[in-house]
């Protein structure tokens, strides 16, 4: 006992006290869509299809990235002949829809060279993240900025979102100090943290999880498989795909899996007391949705 | 024709046995051979390692595989049999060798192929809403489709009657953070009469999409058939590919690949140290386990580039590389680990209150173990002295010296203590990988396509226990079937055994003993 008390003074506190600081070697790739020749060699290698090129329109061309589908291999660095796809460092990427997870950019095809050159960055209509952000808040009306009772719930995962999900309560990340807590029973929880990709099997579990959870629940979808279904991909005959092909969600946090830095960061996202960004530090900024292309 | 084969022609009965590669034997025999031959298998040494069926076109009918595991000689043996579209059905050994049975009865719901023989011959994989007849590794069946779900009675549990005695329904989605399955508990009281498992629902048709993905991608859904074995799986399909296509891994490459199996090892081992701890409620080593496994997966992301080296294997070598500063980095971590190590088992096995709550908990008898096939450190827990690492190396290890550390007491104890000793090991083979680092490259070049009409084996002993991976290729050399065996399949029914006979509360710390990954049960 007397040597237990020792050891734990001995150490000292070991909680990180911004756990925000530190980057990572590698969060999610980061296209320089200007200095992209559209050759579409990323889109060969991306085992998932978060990269996707579209010619069907002659003398157009689409490349969109997509960081709901992206499980950070890498290979796309590693393939880019024009070094224009770079290693970001960024992990507090969370958002509210599935789409704002999405860059895509327009190029101008030369019909006699087949040579493509960058447009401008296009971008579907939809919420901005601003937007969502005040629709969730308005939702949640403050309830959850204090305390948070999470119910986890593996709807399909390889246990590696449960990993990092785990380590979010270890002492280095010590989740609780922001009043994120653990529940046992959806009973209990105002947040449904939800791994995928959802199974068939577990699809009724959980619809029924959800239906016992009270009111304002909030559900995160968490990792790759989870936003979007992932390397396991969507409609199967045994993997039905994302959360929201079965729930309404809130949040997304993408990456496979997400580290507990960007878990944490999702939370306090669906908690109202953090704002999601969507910024990887790279010369191509996402303009305004609505707009059309950038001009 | 090498004398090993000759060894195995003779002891099995066969005509003939062809040796496909080092260490990999296959012969071909008539369907009913199969039992008789599986028990001059098991007279002789060998082991069950996997059963499976394959499809092999509509005209050409179905394959069930036996592969068998032997030391003397030391190799694989895979016995093939064809069965008749026409008569889909094949003769079970699992009333003689229990360690078939899951095996089985998963051909009979993926397949459509009934067991002839078999002593339960229920659905295992297949939940109760699925139809009859939706055979999804059959060819026919087309990969993106619903299936529709059937009304039907609830999954039969045993039933318990008697005054007292009570069913105790626990899951799928569990109260603490991990993956969904249903125990059902047949208990008198606190004492657990039985304990039953409906498992699967996390199957994520992971063997069909193999053969959707082109191959390369294949590795990244490899990484993803148990998140924490991420390195042990990524090495068996490696593995598989690199022997289709007879590409030797560089030296450097072998190397690096131990030490990355290993560091998988220790950060699971450690964690679940922790977790044993937690579960039963000793806070302060639970804690420290978890402060030091979560330096272990900082300095893999530092030095590899990922927390829980997802990326780091790749077809035909490794994606990273350790400089000497890197090396002498992890070598001071690892150091420093050892002896904090020593002072969380200290703090545990001194500890009476602690020791009270494993010691004689959760027993799984050597017998029980050996007969049900158990694999990896659960089946070293029990008395069984196997692991491919020594006895059909790959990678590096047949240059590296370590002990298999064995247990004989199979309760939770002996799986704490046996993952203690194997932290002890690994410590021992990362020295002596990151000192003895050959120079070279780290990956070697790969042909465009894979041979066609070819199948191959991959292996790899993860910190559980085997994975192994058999990859065939069909006439244009796309992959036709991938058969994933994870050592948690193997293991489920070894935890139904240990938990009759304790009390319900000791149930966390048995199953996290095990510590069986659900996902990469189901797939």
Redesign the interface.
């Known amino acids: 006992m007397f040597?237990?008390l020792v050891?734990?003074l001995k150490?000292g506190v070991?909680t990180k006290a911004d756990p925000f600081s530190a980057r990572?070697?590698?969060g999610f790739p980061v296209v320089d869509f200007p200095s992209c020749t559209g050759c579409a060699e990323c889109v060969q290698?991306c085992?998932?299809g978060a990269l996707q090129a579209d010619s069907s329109t002659p003398g157009r061309k689409t490349l969109s990235l997509s960081y709901a589908l992206c499980?950070?291999?890498?290979e796309c660095v590693e393939a880019c002949p024009e070094r224009a796809i770079q290693p970001g460092r960024e992990f507090e990427v969370a958002s509210y829809s599935r789409e704002q997870l999405t860059q895509r950019a327009a190029f101008d095809v030369d019909g006699a060279t087949g040579q493509a050159t960058f447009r401008g960055m296009e971008v579907r209509p939809g919420p901005s993240l601003e937007e969502s952000a005040a629709t969730l808040k308005e939702r949640i009306k403050g309830r959850l900025g204090r305390s948070l009772h999470v119910r986890?719930?593996?709807?399909?995962?390889?246990?590696?979102?449960?990993?990092?999900?785990?380590?979010t309560a270890?002492?280095?990340?010590d989740l609780e100090r922001f009043g994120i807590h653990?529940v046992?029973?959806?009973r209990h929880a105002d947040l449904l943290l939800v791994t995928g990709?959802v199974?068939?099997?577990?699809e009724i579990?959980l619809r029924r999880?959800y239906e016992g959870a009270p009111e304002p629940r909030v559900v995160v979808a968490v990792g790759a498989?989870g936003c979007s279904g992932?390397?396991?991909?969507e409609?199967?005959?045994?993997?039905?795909g994302g959360v929201d092909r079965v729930l309404p969600v809130d949040v997304y946090i993408p990456g496979?899996?997400p580290?507990p830095q960007a878990i944490l960061n999702g939370l306090l996202v669906a908690m109202g007391v953090r704002e999601a960004r969507l910024k990887p530090e790279g010369p191509a900024p996402l303009p305004e949705p609505g707009r059309g292309i950038a001009e | 024709m090498s004398t090993a084969c000759d060894v195995l022609r003779e002891r099995l009965g066969l005509a003939a046995v062809t040796e496909l590669r080092p260490r990999e034997m296959a012969a071909e025999v008539q369907l009913d051979q199969l039992p008789a031959i599986a028990d001059r298998a098991v007279a002789s040494g060998l082991r069950l390692v996997s059963l499976f069926a394959s499809d092999e076109g509509a005209e050409r009918g179905f394959t069930i595989h036996h592969l068998w595991s032997g030391s003397e000689p030391a190799t694989f043996m895979r016995l093939s049999a064809h069965v008749d579209p026409a008569r889909p059905r094949f003769p079970s050994i699992a009333a003689k060798h229990p360690a078939a049975n899951w095996f089985e009865r998963e051909i009979m719901d993926y397949f459509g192929l009934v067991p002839d023989g078999h002593p339960n011959p229920k659905r295992v994989a297949l939940h109760d809403d699925w139809p009859e007849a939706a055979w999804a590794l059959r060819k026919a069946f087309v990969d993106g489709q619903s299936v529709p779900r059937v009304e039907g009675d609830f999954h039969p549990f045993r039933p318990v009657t008697g005054e007292g005695v009570f069913q105790v329904p626990v899951g799928p989605v569990h109260a603490g953070i991990i993956e969904p399955g249903h125990f059902r508990f047949g208990v008198a009281g606190e004492p657990v009469l039985y304990l039953q498992l409906r498992l699967f629902y996390v199957h994520k048709g992971t063997e069909k999409r193999f053969e959707r993905l082109p191959w390369r991608h294949g590795l990244f859904l490899a990484e993803s058939i148990s998140g924490d074995t991420a390195v042990g799986h990524a090495l068996a399909y490696a593995h598989a590919i690199e022997r289709l296509l007879g590409v030797d891994v560089p030296p450097r490459a072998q190397y690096l690949r131990v030490v990355l199996l290993e560091m998988e090892r220790l950060y699971n081992h450690v964690a679940d140290i922790g977790a044993i701890a937690t579960d039963v409620a000793f806070t302060v080593p639970a804690s420290r386990a978890q402060i030091l496994r979560e330096r272990l997966v900082t300095i893999q992301e530092r030095l590899f580039g990922a927390r829980l080296l997802r990326g780091t294997v790749g077809l035909g070598g490794v994606k990273c590389d350790l400089t000497v500063g890197r090396r002498k980095e992890l070598l001071i971590h690892l150091e420093r680990l050892e002896g904090e190590f020593d002072d969380l088992i200290k703090l545990l096995i001194d500890s009476g209150t602690f020791t009270d709550r494993v010691d004689d908990t959760g027993v799984l008898g050597r017998q029980v173990a050996q007969d049900l096939g158990i694999v990896g450190m659960a089946a070293r827990a029990s008395g069984l002295d196997l692991d491919l690492r020594r006895d059909q190396p790959h990678d590096a290890y047949a240059a590296l010296r370590f002990q298999v550390p064995v247990e004989e007491g199979g309760d939770v104890r002996a799986r704490l203590m046996l993952r203690a000793r194997e932290v002890e090991q690994s410590l021992l083979i990362l020295k002596q990988a990151l000192e003895g680092l050959p120079e070279g490259s780290v990956l070697a070049a790969l042909p465009d396509s894979l041979p066609p009409s070819s199948s191959a084996l991959g292996w790899a002993e993860a910190w559980r226990g085997e994975c192994l991976h058999w990859i065939q290729t069909d006439a244009r050399g796309q992959i036709t079937r991938a058969k994933i065996t994870d050592p948690s399949f193997k293991n489920w029914p070894g935890l139904a055994e240990a938990v009759p006979g304790n009390i319900l509360p000791d149930f966390p710390v048995i199953n996290k003993s095990f510590n069986l990954s659900y996902s990469g049960n189901d797939r």
């Open positions: 040597s237990i050891k734990s150490t070991v990572p070697p590698f290698v085992p998932t499980i950070q291999c890498r986890q719930v593996d709807a399909g995962s390889c246990n590696g979102c449960e990993l990092e999900i785990v380590a270890n002492p280095v990340f653990f046992a029973s959806p990709p199974t068939r099997n577990m579990a999880t498989c992932g390397i396991f991909g409609g199967t005959y045994a993997a039905i496979c899996p580290r």
